[in-house]
């Protein structure tokens, strides 16, 4: 099962050219617009805790996403997303927080995103608990996952 069905090939273009972090909003809605709801977004940790390793977490990212999918969710798969955004963000020494600011709180704004799936270990996350507080805010459902959760 492909976990970046609903991107299309102008999508990857796009991408390609996109010079910020907003840039990659349009694209994301877009996306999610093809999806059909209710639409879920997984979080955890992918460049700061977890595994300790962008690679390792990567994948764990990525077979939460297949697990969600083959159980019947509708799941936005932003990791095609994940090379621009290392581009983007290799001047930042600290934290890129534009990744947080500029892209995941203009999609969860929309309201196209009604449920999150907290990987095991989001909390270790800079990036995931921030996602947490604003899915409190914002009133959207979250689910933390156990690792018999991802079986």
């Known amino acids: ?3 970046d069905h609903y991107w299309e090939q102008a999508d990857y273009e796009e991408m390609a050219m996109a010079k910020t972090f907003g840039d990659l909003v349009p694209i994301s809605i877009r996306i999610i617009g093809r999806m059909p709801q209710p639409v879920v977004l997984v979080s955890g940790p992918i460049s700061s805790g977890g595994k300790g390793s962008l690679t390792e977490n990567l994948k764990v990212f990525e ?12 799941v936005f798969n932003q ?15 600290e934290y890129c927080t534009p990744i ?3 892209i995941f709180l203009p999609i969860l704004k929309s309201g196209l995103i009604k449920k999150m799936f907290f990987i095991p270990g989001w909390e ?9 507080n604003i899915c409190e805010k914002l009133k959207i459902e979250q689910v933390l996952l156990s690792p018999e959760d991802l079986l």
């Open 1 to 3: 099962m492909k976990a």
């Open 63 to 74: 077979d939460a996403i297949i697990t969600f999918m083959k159980k019947g969710y509708s």
């Open 79 to 93: 990791l095609p997303f994940e090379p621009k955004l290392q581009e983007l963000s290799k001047d930042y020494k």
């Open 100 to 102: 947080l600011d500029d």
């Open 124 to 132: 270790s996350s800079v990036g995931a608990r921030w996602e947490y």
